[in-house]
């Protein structure tokens, strides 16, 4: 008897900011363009990060400047500090796309 299974693709370490966004929505489940704290969990899960939901809850706290519970995709200073806490913490290469 085989066994059917699903395997999710980790996104690759290194990727643009675009890509991170776009990376993080997958995750949206309320599709209501924010990042709770169980959905930024789930994406750390994804990634097999230990400890996922300390490092949600510390990602939250770092990126939700207003402190209204989610990281909203339209806020570029909260996108700006969850890729800074990716970067430094999660160890992904986040970087600007320039090309023209």
Request: hydrophobic share 40%; with cysteine.
């Given at each position: 008897?085989?066994?059917?299974?699903?395997?999710?693709?980790?996104?690759?370490?290194?990727?643009?900011?675009?890509?991170?966004?776009?990376?993080?929505?997958?995750?949206?489940?309320?599709?209501?363009?924010?990042?709770?704290?169980?959905?930024?969990k789930?994406?750390?899960?994804?990634?097999?990060?230990?400890?996922?939901?300390?490092?949600?809850?510390?990602?939250m706290?770092?990126?939700?400047?207003?402190?209204?519970?989610?990281?909203?995709?339209?806020?570029?200073?909260?996108?700006?500090?969850?890729?800074?806490?990716?970067?430094?913490?999660?160890?992904?290469?986040?970087?600007?796309?320039?090309?023209?």
């Open positions: 008897m085989a066994i059917m299974c699903c395997i999710q693709t980790l996104p690759n370490r290194e990727m643009t900011v675009d890509e991170f966004k776009a990376w993080l929505r997958r995750f949206d489940m309320d599709r209501d363009g924010r990042i709770s704290r169980e959905e930024l789930a994406a750390l899960q994804s990634l097999h990060a230990w400890n996922a939901w300390w490092k949600a809850r510390k990602g706290k770092e990126a939700d400047t207003n402190r209204n519970g989610h990281i909203d995709n339209k806020a570029k200073d909260e996108m700006d500090k969850l890729v800074k806490y990716a970067q430094q913490h999660l160890h992904m290469k986040i970087y600007e796309d320039y090309s023209w």
